[in-house]
């Protein structure tokens, strides 16, 4: 016994459901006081984290080759199960054994010397093997129950959690929902590349990952490739459809996932100008670019920064010179100061919105009737071709793809019945705010929020010219009901363009531009 020299090995994977295994460091210090009190010579101590099941523990391996060396002839684990649960570390395991290499296995509880019946070995070694098998048929067998039942199976993506209420495990969005819907929607724009979404969660927006570590481009790739945000969990390439509650819609998924097809090209880095794109030249119709000059000035030692709008002359020759954004927001802001309306009007066109308003939702419910028929008439769909499948008539490659087309029409319509549930309240929400958004207007142009800019002039404008210097805006409804476009005789200074008050009411206002646009914190 005094000539034996140990080697501690502990393991610990994933996939140990028993709670009676201890952690490594339990399994470390309960070996090591157990080899104190029994006067064991231990050489080394070994550990590792991965599944006994497969072969290929580096580790273990690494443990083996010691022993077959000479340099240890003895093994000092926690369980049986800690050495092998795979027929081909058991047989190098048992042959070690038979050749004498290997003299004794002891755990605290019992104890394996050479010279004993090698038929025990395969007992305790096939045990441990058998349990493997069950443990992964049990949790293959779970997962698919989980799937049919719609319930995420395993850790919650990113923007979800984990819950078990009332025996019932599934995920649930978090707090950090907004930021994956974020990423989402800026994405589908089609100017946001995945290394600025990177540096907006990484530094700007100061999110942490799943595991508390930062993202990378990989990590957010898959993100917008990830089914689940749209309520639909994929398996080995076959869909369910999840009970959860879904981040995103079907649409913005679909969106986005056409973008990643087609490698669509960003122009310029998206953020750095607010009205990239927005803008056409009233001469040749060509779009407007931002771009930024740095100017040094020799007598004051002093740098300067300017952001100028060119137009980019892609229809031939063009007259227009640059203009620099201090004077288009300028006359945006002495646009948008000229709207006047008179309340006690303003009350009545609300109260005859309201009204019309009642005759849209008429026309919503029906809507939304009619795609809940639809939707039932998938789900039976999809029980029937359930019954092909069980019946073989049809193969397990045709339906998966059809049960995948089902479920993503599904999907959609869920979607639509969301977007047409939202869309008067947000749209009756507008009608309500009104002047709170002409007064928010003039505080987006006079801050540095870029993305406000932008989002403001998408909102109000359907249209925005420069002619000779001068920016030209075609209001959206309502603001286009409220003042007429007139050339004055005598010129404004700022925008040569002034408005007056029309006596217009609202005539459809689920036409008009939604007010999240606008009141983004």
């Known amino acids: 016994m005094n000539q034996l020299k140990y080697i501690t090995y502990c393991r610990k994977s994933r996939e140990d459901k028993d709670a009676q295994i201890l952690s490594i460091q339990s399994q470390i210090e309960e070996l090591s006081q157990y080899a104190s009190n029994n006067n064991l010579q231990v050489t080394s101590t070994f550990d590792e984290s991965h599944s006994a099941a497969k072969q290929g523990r580096p580790v273990f391996n690494d443990v083996l080759n010691l022993i077959e060396a000479g340099q240890a002839n003895a093994l000092l684990v926690w369980k049986f199960d800690r050495i092998s649960r795979n027929e081909s570390d058991t047989a190098r395991v048992i042959k070690a054994f038979r050749d004498g290499i290997l003299e004794e296995i002891r755990t605290p509880f019992e104890t394996y010397r050479k010279g004993d019946n090698v038929l025990l070995l395969y007992i305790y070694f ?34 979800y959690r984990n819950f078990n209420r009332n025996n019932i495990k599934n995920i649930e969005p978090d707090e950090n929902a907004p930021i994956v819907r974020k990423c989402f929607e800026l994405y589908a724009t089609g100017e946001y590349p995945l290394s600025l979404l990177r540096k907006n969660l990484n530094h700007e927006w100061g999110v942490k990952g799943k595991y508390g ?9 898959k993100m917008l490739n990830n089914s689940v945000y749209y309520g639909v969990i994929s398996r080995n390439g076959e869909l369910f459809n999840g009970t959860f509650e879904p981040i995103i819609s079907k649409d913005l998924f679909d969106k986005v996932e056409a973008i990643i097809k087609n490698r669509a ?5 998206a953020g750095e100008h607010s009205y990239k794109r927005l803008i056409r030249c009233r001469e040749c119709q060509s779009i407007y670019t931002g771009e930024t000059r740095h100017k040094y000035y020799p007598k004051t030692d002093n740098h ?55 005759k849209k939702r008429s026309f919503q419910h029906d809507l939304i009737s009619r795609y809940q028929k639809n939707m039932a008439q998938i789900d039976s769909r999809l029980n029937s071709l359930l019954d092909l499948r069980t019946s073989k008539e049809i193969t397990a490659e045709e339906y998966i793809l059809k ?5 993503n029409t599904k999907k959609t319509f869920e979607g639509k019945i969301k977007e047409v549930t939202n869309r008067g309240d947000e749209k009756f929400g507008l009608v309500e705010n009104f002047a709170e ?35 030209e805006i075609s209001f959206k409804k309502p603001f286009s009901f409220f003042f007429d476009r007139q050339k004055d005789d005598k010129e404004d200074s700022m925008s040569g363009i002034q408005y007056k008050v029309r006596n217009y009411y609202f005539e459809n206002p689920l036409d008009y531009p939604p007010l999240w646009l606008i009141n983004q914190q």
């Open 126 to 159: 096939g045990m441990a093997d058998e349990y493997s098998r069950q443990l992964s048929a049990n949790v293959k067998r779970g997962n698919r129950t989980k799937l049919r039942l719609g319930q995420y199976p395993g850790c919650a993506p990113f923007g």
């Open 213 to 221: 570590g930062k993202f990378s481009l990989s990590v957010i790739q």
């Open 265 to 269: 090209h960003v122009r310029g880095k």
């Open 304 to 358: 300067a920064v300017y952001e100028y709008y060119s137009c980019a002359k892609k229809h031939g020759s063009c007259s227009q010179r640059p203009i620099r954004v201090d004077d288009i927001e300028k006359q945006l802001k002495a646009a948008i100061s000229k709207v006047e309306f008179d309340k006690e009007e303003w009350e009545i066109a609300t109260d005859l919105a309201i009204l019309d308003l009642d």
């Open 403 to 407: 049960k995948n087309e089902y479920i």
């Open 437 to 471: 958004v002409i007064i928010q207007a003039q505080e987006i142009l006079e801050g540095n929020d870029i993305e406000k800019k932008r989002n403001l002039v998408l909102s109000i404008s359907s249209d925005l010219f420069i002619f000779e210097g001068k920016v």
